[in-house]
């Protein structure tokens, strides 16, 4: 209890600390998107796309809503705008009361600023009018088959525990033709642990938890959420698996060279080096549109 206290104390202060710059980072994974679908000779546009995974915040579906896109955001957890009785309601009884604490915590003292953030960064006015959020209730997704263009997802598959069945699931609900790009973090990351503590290890070290910890003696096993710890080949072999066809497969980040000792080489001689600084990868991929 006391551990999980403390985690909270310290997701309070790394809020405190940089409401803004998730602004920030969320519009330029959105730059980065429309960025590489241009280069694809793909307008976003009208397009119907899924954002998978969405989360509480839902912002990647609230800037591509704005931007012009037919988007749907979808998530395990209980999404809708604003303060109402309702929605805490409906999270406690499908996600528990923690993550209901969770979601009205984050309501209450960050929603607005962040929202003014993301909205002062943005290029064009944003509009929480019209979205279309839905629940995910696995196996299923809440979608026809061959129903969107594009799949867009941001640090969300590493916390699906069925990876294979989502990636299924996401071949149903794409046109023949259509893409993902899909952005995962790591587990073998220097932050692919979670611990807030080592959310920007580059800039803000950590002066307890030790680098890579997670992958070590896992002294620190607290985390904001659970992760399926796969590697970078397992989700390569899964998309493979789900027949889809790879179109790019690039590193997203790096992080944590400064605390790659040889020390910590030899310790963990079973992951590459690669593996150990590249922070996440992005996958673009089609779908054939052949049997599923």
Known sequence: MLDRFGLYLDQVRYADANNRRFAQENWDFLQQFLDHMQACGICVKGKRVLDLGCGKSYWLTLLLHSYGADVSGMDTEYVKPGMIPIKYINI????GLERMARTFYWDLVYRRAYYRALDTISSFPLSHKGLDLRLLVPPVFPYRDDEFDLVVSHEVLEHIKDVDGALAELRRVMKPGGLTYIYVHLYT?????HSIAWKYPDEAPSD??????????????????????????????????????IVDWFTYATEGKAYLTPEICAELADYTEEELLKKGFVVVARNPGQAR
């Open 189 to 193: 990351s220097l932050s692919g642990g």
């Open 92 to 95: 406690w009884r499908l996600n």
């Open 208 to 245: 307890n938890v030790p680098p890579w910890d997670h992958l070590r003696q896992n002294l620190y096993p607290e985390i904001p959420s659970w992760i399926n710890r796969w590697r970078e080949y397992q989700y390569r072999e899964a998309f493979d698996t789900a027949g889809f066809e």
